[in-house]
């Protein structure tokens, strides 16, 4: 159902995962996936994020500085607490742990304090609990993972890690890391620690994969995929490359392996040249490419040098799996800051704002 | 248990909050002293400059321009800029560790630093831009004692802060008793100011009046049970995070806390007559060298240990 090829040839599938299986079957244990309101007010998913979806923390601490300024609305409102996060999240990464291990260690690897996302990893290390590790606090032995404590070394069960694939062990991904450990996907093969989420599934965040979801939702799960997608069509399929190239001016094309609202173009604030360029572009590596009826994403009032602006923005929930599913009931807003911009991303200069949940009406 | 950078990151902002807060010290009594033009004057800032590792005798006579790099300039490895920089480094790689409190703490001291009117600030008002320093850093050491968990971390702090405490009151006891060359300082207004460089004019005063004998401040300094910047209270509190520290270690590793208990008991039975007779400078130093050797095997001990040794047989 899905081309086997464009599993096989993305740049994040690893074919060190192959016939590894991890426990309750959850490969993406943390999930942030983008949604977005269509103009008749229903809501489609823009993107998925399966790597190291990122953001939670600002979505926690914009959160507790609402409340502090704006207590009257929150009185009023009956939004619902998201305060559970941190503590949802332990358990799914404790429940992740081989259950033998009466009381399973978990840490946060992080990249380091150079690192933008730092903030986060080190918020929500705090608020679990658990050890905020770097690559050099890690030893692995005979399989085993361990880190340098004062006492001596103590082993590891599972390692929420904020560094991507290619970083995490020399050994088996790229030899220059520094930020990993060497020997640890060994031992993560051997099921002595499990890395969380699993190495590769990036896969998913491809935005061809993206458009099989409800295909897979539907072979898979029998049953309709909740929240619809955006109508997609892939440059690979000759029918579609012809209707893309033909109404480059009308679509948004995005290259499939980027992210960060990096190699796109967005048709109608395009110039000819910058169309011409995609269109050779999409005729030399059509498999490379997507695109997509440019959306009006919708709005919300911003304050935008002392004057409420409409920006547009996107809604990022977090979605967390192991044993159970959890949603937590809030979501992380992101606003495009240029006025008129339609890319949302937070490497691109746009601004995060939180999101309120509200308690639905019995 | 804590992870061994950790520790190290906590050691390292209790030493760097220290000597910073004692650097800021010496200026502000520099610079007071300074302010009139005697020959104890030029002897206090002698003693200051010394005490630091500083020596050229040229820099005593424009005491200004001297703190004014001690204070602000970031080139200098020894600078209070520096210092709180590294403080603050370090406390930005263990910020999951310490309390909110006691990070703004640090955090608002960095901007008073960084502040790019800093340096027009310290030259309007040296006194109070170097009061508000040690202000700030009491305000820390505060945080860190009314909202930290008195567990593993807050140990190695202030194992930091004592370990370079009894460093830093130590050199300034050996440049104004040590050295055997220069004659003693018996100056009335450079005692004082000795007295105030470690913080102790006060407490000095009620214990033995304001009779200012050189004999009376060296014991004082150095042997004094209730000080809290004394050589002996230094290494009853080093002695004392050390022994909860290492309870925990696997026995077969380096020993520093029965050190720090040897140095302990040498300076809770040292008796006066004996150290003035044996040379206060060779006491002294058999002090620092001690000092020297616990930092090393603090470090052998909980966070630079030979991994071998631990692996799981």
Redesign the interface.
């Known amino acids: 159902m899905v081309p086997r090829d464009l599993v096989l040839c993305a740049p994040s599938y690893r074919r060190e995962m192959q016939n590894l299986y991890v426990p309750h079957g959850a490969y993406a244990n943390v999930c942030g996936s983008d949604l977005i309101r269509q103009p008749d007010g229903t809501f489609a998913v823009l993107e998925d994020n399966l790597r190291v979806p990122s953001g939670v923390s600002y979505m926690l601490a914009n959160r507790e500085a609402a409340k502090r300024v704006f207590p009257g609305v929150f009185r009023g409102a009956g939004v619902r607490s998201i305060d559970r996060y941190p503590d949802l999240l332990l358990s799914t990464l404790k429940g992740m742990a081989a259950d033998w291990r009466p009381n399973p260690q978990v840490v946060v690897l992080t990249p380091g304090v150079y690192n933008s996302a730092y903030f986060e990893h080190a918020y929500l290390a705090r608020l679990m609990g658990a050890p905020l590790v770097e690559g050099r606090d890690l030893v692995v032995h005979d399989n085993m993972v361990y880190m340098r404590t004062t006492t001596g070394l103590r082993r590891i069960d599972v390692i929420y890690r904020r560094v991507d694939d290619d970083f995490i062990d020399p050994l088996t991904f790229r030899r220059d890391s520094g930020l990993g450990s060497a020997g640890l996907f060994n031992a993560y093969r051997a099921g002595n620690v499990v890395i969380c989420n699993a190495p590769g599934t990036g896969v998913a965040d491809d935005k061809a994969v993206y458009a099989y979801v409800p295909e897979i939702i539907r072979y898979y799960l029998g049953e309709d995929p909740i929240l619809p997608n955006i109508e997609t069509f892939l440059c690979r399929e000759p029918a579609q490359l012809s209707h893309v190239l033909a109404n480059l001016d009308k679509l948004v094309v995005k290259a499939v392996g980027a992210s960060g609202g990096y190699g796109m173009l967005i048709g109608p604030h395009s110039t000819r040249a910058e169309r011409a360029e995609f269109a050779d572009a999409l005729k030399a590596d059509p498999a490379n490419y997507i695109a997509q009826p440019t959306i009006q994403l919708s709005t919300a009032p911003c304050l935008i040098d002392s004057a409420i602006e409409p920006r547009h923005v996107d809604l990022r929930p977090f979605i967390l799996s192991g044993e159970k599913i959890a949603v937590t009931p809030g979501a992380l807003t992101r606003v495009a800051l240029r006025r008129g911009s339609l890319v949302v991303n937070s490497s691109q200069g746009g601004r995060l704002e939180g999101h309120l949940g509200h308690r639905r009406r019995p | ?7 190290d990151s906590l050691y390292w902002i209790g030493r760097y909050v220290e000597r910073a807060e004692h650097m800021a010290r010496l200026s502000d009594v520099m610079l007071t002293a300074t302010l009139d033009r005697t020959e104890a004057a030029t002897e206090v800032a002698r003693i200051a400059l010394a005490a630091v590792g500083d020596t050229e005798p040229e820099k005593a006579l424009a005491p200004f321009k001297a703190t004014q790099a001690l204070v602000l300039d970031r080139e200098d490895h020894g600078s209070i800029a520096t210092s709180l920089a590294r403080a603050r ?1 370090n406390a ?2 263990v ?2 560790q310490i309390t909110t409190e006691t990070w703004e703490r640090l955090n608002l001291v960095h901007f008073r630093m960084t502040d790019p009117n800093a340096g027009r600030v310290f030259r309007d008002g040296s006194q109070a831009f170097l009061h508000d320093i040690i202000a700030d850093l009491h305000l820390f050491k505060g945080a860190a004692d009314a909202t930290m968990s008195h567990g ?1 971390g807050w140990r ?1 702090l202030l194992l930091g802060v004592y370990l370079e405490r009894a460093q830093l009151i130590g050199a300034l006891l050996e440049v104004c008793f040590g050295d055997g060359k220069r004659k003693p300082i018996t100056d009335h207004f450079a005692l004082t100011s000795v007295l105030r460089m470690a913080c102790a004019l006060e407490p000095y005063l009620r214990v033995y009046t304001a009779d200012m004998q050189p004999r009376f401040i060296l014991e004082f300094l150095l042997l004094d049970e209730d000080f809290p910047r004394s050589l002996r209270f230094c290494t009853d509190r080093i002695e004392e995070h050390l022994a909860v ?1 290492a309870r ?3 026995p077969g590793h380096a020993n520093p806390e029965r050190v720090a208990g040897r140095l302990r008991a040498r300076l809770q039975y040292a008796d006066m007559e004996e150290i003035q007779a044996q040379g206060a400078s060779a006491f002294i130093s058999g002090v620092l060298d001690e000092c020297a050797a616990i930092h090393r095997m603090v470090y052998e001990t ?2 630079a ?1 030979p ?1 071998e040794q ?3 047989a």
């Open positions: 248990m804590m992870l061994a950078r950790v520790a480094e930005r790689q910020r999951d593993e190695f520290i925990n270690v696997e909980f966070v240990y991994l631990r692996l799981p």
